[in-house]
């Protein structure tokens, strides 16, 4: 199965989060003090919320289809590739308390698309922990 992910930055979790609740009717998956993540299967998604800002200014972080193995990401990438996209790609990457490898291109309009595929849960955010308090 393949998810829409789509991560947004916010400056006030808690309220972040108590919405998303009530708009999902669904507890988070993950929840830490930095950070939130529902998986979703009505929509499909990995919607993700954090207080950190990877890729953007705020509101939309980024969005990315998050895949069930290393081939149909390997796919994806050969794809955008052989569009003559400008890709970055990352292996065994720790973040958003999962490792991943992952490929990021922009779109026309500059929006940071991510494709990836988890292996494993992690501790960190960032190498940096973000034990819910």
Same mark, same amino acid.
């Given at each position: !199965?393949?998810?829409?992910?789509?991560?947004?930055?916010?400056?006030?979790?808690?309220?972040?989060?108590?919405?998303?609740?009530?708009? $999902?009717?669904?507890?988070? *998956? /993950?929840?830490?003090?930095?950070?939130?993540?529902? !998986?979703?299967?009505?929509?499909?998604?990995? $919607?993700?919320? +954090? *207080?950190?800002?990877?890729? =953007? +200014? =705020? @509101?939309?972080?980024?969005? @990315?289809?998050?895949?069930?193995?290393?081939?149909?990401?390997? +796919?994806? *990438?050969?794809?955008?590739?052989?569009? @003559?996209?400008s890709v970055f790609e990352e292996e065994q990457k720790t973040c958003c308390?999962? /490792?991943?490898?992952?490929?990021?291109?922009?779109?026309?309009? @500059? /929006?940071?698309?991510? *494709? $990836?595929?988890?292996? +494993?849960?992690?501790?960190?955010?960032? =190498?940096?922990?973000?034990?819910?308090?």
């Amino acid at each position: !199965m393949k998810r829409l992910h789509v991560h947004i930055k916010v400056e006030d979790l808690a309220q972040s989060v108590t919405f998303y609740k009530t708009l $999902f009717d669904a507890e988070p *998956t /993950v929840e830490k003090a930095d950070y939130a993540k529902w !998986m979703l299967d009505a929509p499909a998604v990995n $919607f993700a919320l +954090s *207080t950190k800002n990877c890729c =953007g +200014s =705020g @509101g939309i972080n980024h969005i @990315g289809i998050q895949t069930d193995s290393r081939d149909d990401l390997d +796919s994806i *990438t050969d794809r955008l590739k052989a569009a @003559g996209k400008s890709v970055f790609e990352e292996e065994q990457k720790t973040c958003c308390y999962a /490792v991943s490898d992952k490929t990021w291109v922009e779109d026309p309009a @500059g /929006v940071k698309w991510e *494709t $990836f595929v988890s292996h +494993s849960p992690s501790s960190t955010y960032y =190498g940096v922990s973000g034990a819910k308090t």
